[in-house]
């Protein structure tokens, strides 16, 4: 069972456009994480929100956690192919350490 | 430092039999997880030990089994194969900081094929 939904699904863009990504649960969750996964490799993490409204930026990746806390969003500007990859949101879920609950993903694919 | 590594990378087994894998946390992390990720879907936890003990299991039936070893290192164990055990399996390790920062850290995975 996901608990995180995570929209859209699949993605396909040109290069140069931009792009916004959707995590979002009906649970509130004390930190929110954001993973990005190559084919063959393992989630990388990319960032972790923590307070309700923070707004994080990582070169041309905006990340943002909803003022509730059961929501966030990934916002790529100007997108490149080596954006291409799976995004998965995740959360540690309150004090249970080492045990992520993931999305399923949003599949991004940026054409030259 | 070496990251996460886990062996071996493919495994291809048949219905019925049995599977070990393996991972290496890095150099000084004491808390694995392991994680299964069946295609087009989101990553989902199967075990978490820490210091060699189980601190919390997912959903998935008594065919799958763990532990963990005093060099932190640890082994997933998949009885009984079903063609559903069909997957990339994920291993994670942590330093265990806190309940809001913990950063785990994943391994390439292992992907297993039951045929």
């Known amino acids: 069972t996901q608990l995180l939904e995570q929209s859209p699904q699949f993605l396909s863009i040109q290069e140069g456009e931009n792009l916004t990504v959707y995590c979002n649960s009906s649970s509130v969750f004390s930190s929110l994480q954001w993973y990005r996964q190559e084919p063959g490799e393992g989630p990388v993490l990319l960032v972790t929100v923590v307070t309700g409204g923070e707004v994080k930026k990582l070169k041309r990746l905006t990340f943002q956690f909803g003022d509730a806390r059961k929501d966030s969003s990934l916002h790529i500007t100007a997108a490149q192919p080596g954006d291409t990859g799976l995004y998965l949101c995740?959360?540690?879920?309150?004090?249970?350490?080492?045990?992520?609950?993931f999305g399923r993903g949003t599949q991004l694919t940026v054409w030259p | 430092d070496a990251g996460v590594t886990q062996s071996p990378t493919h495994l291809i087994k048949t219905r019925g039999q049995h599977v070990t894998l393996r991972c290496s946390p890095i150099?000084?992390?004491?808390?694995v997880s392991w994680y299964q990720q069946v295609l087009g879907q989101g990553p989902q936890f199967i075990f978490q030990y820490y210091e060699k003990e189980e601190r919390g299991r997912g959903n998935f039936p008594d065919r799958f089994s763990a532990r963990q070893f005093p060099n932190y290192s640890s082994e997933l164990n998949v009885n009984a194969l079903l063609l559903g055990d069909s997957a990339l399996y994920l291993c994670a390790s942590s330093l265990v900081r806190g309940p809001r920062t913990d950063t785990q850290y994943f391994g390439p995975g292992t992907r297993l094929t039951v045929l």
């Open positions: 150099s000084g992390h004491k808390s």
């Open positions: 995740a959360s540690l879920r309150g004090s249970t350490l080492g045990r992520l609950y």
